[in-house]
């Protein structure tokens, strides 16, 4: 099975220059943005085999990356 890492600018091809202005100029997107990485990186060891996680915390992590993901497509929109 491949694995994905389901990073923002794979996940909103659409808005890659909107992703790159809004990290530079909103800290509150800034901070969306790297905990949407960083749990999102943690996910796809977890998937792939290279770090121990059992299914709930596996599970939790992925409905708090679509929070964050839900949270950053509306600021996208604005």
Do not use: C, V, W
Request: proline share 3%; net charge negative.
């Amino acid at each position: 099975m491949t694995h994905i890492t389901h990073d923002l600018h794979h996940e909103f091809p659409a808005h890659a220059d909107a992703l790159h202005r809004l990290k530079m100029t909103d800290p509150h997107f800034k901070r969306l943005s790297h905990e949407y990485d960083e749990i999102n990186q943690s996910i796809y060891k977890a998937e792939a085999g290279l770090a121990a996680m059992d299914d709930l915390a596996l599970e939790t992590l992925k409905k708090k990356r679509l929070s964050l993901k839900d949270e950053i497509a509306t600021l996208l929109k604005d």
